[in-house]
T-cell receptor, first 112, second 116 residues
Framework: GIQVEQSPPDLILQEGANSTLRCNFS?????LQWFHQNPWGQLINLFY???GTKQNGRLSATTVATERYSLLYISSSQTTDSGVYFC??????????????FGSGTQLTVLP | DTEVTQTPKHLVMGMTNKKSLKCEQH?????MYWYKQKAKKPPELMFV???????INESVPSRFSPECPNSSLLNLHLHALQPEDSALYLC???????????????FGQGTRLTVV
């Protein structure tokens, strides 16, 4: 099956710092999403980005589909950015078995 | 509106109980999903319904029984669960199950289940 690898597994930042999270995947994808899971378990949609670049406030994301990776940038981090960031992909070749597969996540802690 | 609503938020049940988790969306999505998430792990797919028909069952034990009564509702019936089934159960929906075009998935806030 598809491999989805996220790095780093853990990241501790001081408030105001910038960070880059990476997601590598092993096959061509139809769908790639970035989520933020808050401490209450809610998965919040950040980006739907199977290719290209998008920006939303302090967050931006880039997916280079041909090289099978995606990056999530967080600028001027705030304590409320803390939580787990997941990348999830749906591969192109799975036929009727299409589904989102999650990476193992990056645990981000932003210190005041 | 991109809301998926799950009830209850928390559930404690005994190993001999029967309970149900509910999920509802009104976005006109025709694919709905159940995921299970253990602590410090990513969500893992359990079931997919596409146009109210079961499309994927990831070899889930029969003590978990999904049901999709209509295009807006998804249930997960629980019976004779084990303590190791304690987890966060997440429901999601998307316009359709995969393929080209926008298949962005939206998740509910989850049901935190404890089996005692």
């Amino acid at each position: 099956g598809i491999q989805v690898e996220q790095s780093p597994p853990d990241l501790i930042l001081q408030e105001g710092a910038n960070s880059t999270l990476r997601c590598n995947f092993s096959d061509s994808v139809n769908n790639l999403q970035w989520f933020h899971q808050n401490p209450w378990g809610q998965l919040i949609n950040l980006f739907y980005i199977p290719s290209g670049t998008k920006q939303n406030g302090r967050l931006s994301a880039t997916t280079v589909a041909t090289e099978r990776y995606s990056l999530l940038y967080i600028s001027s981090s705030q304590t409320t950015d803390s939580g787990v960031y997941f990348c999830a992909v749906e591969i192109s070749s799975s036929g009727s078995a299409r589904q989102l597969t999650f990476g193992s996540g990056t645990q981000l802690t932003v210190l005041p | 509106d991109t809301e998926v609503t799950q009830t209850p938020k928390h559930l404690v049940m005994g190993m001999t109980n029967k309970k149900s988790l509910k999920c509802e969306q009104h976005m006109g999505h025709r694919a709905m999903y159940w995921y299970k998430q253990k602590a410090k792990k990513p969500p893992e797919l359990m079931f997919v319904y596409s146009y109210e028909k079961l499309s994927i069952n990831e070899s889930v034990p029969s003590r978990f029984s999904p049901e999709c009564p209509n295009s807006s509702l998804l249930n997960l019936h629980l019976h004779a669960l084990q303590p190791e089934d304690s987890a966060l159960y997440l429901c999601a929906s998307s316009l359709r199950q995969g393929g080209w075009g926008n298949t962005e998935a939206f998740f509910g806030q989850g049901t935190r289940l404890t089996v005692v």
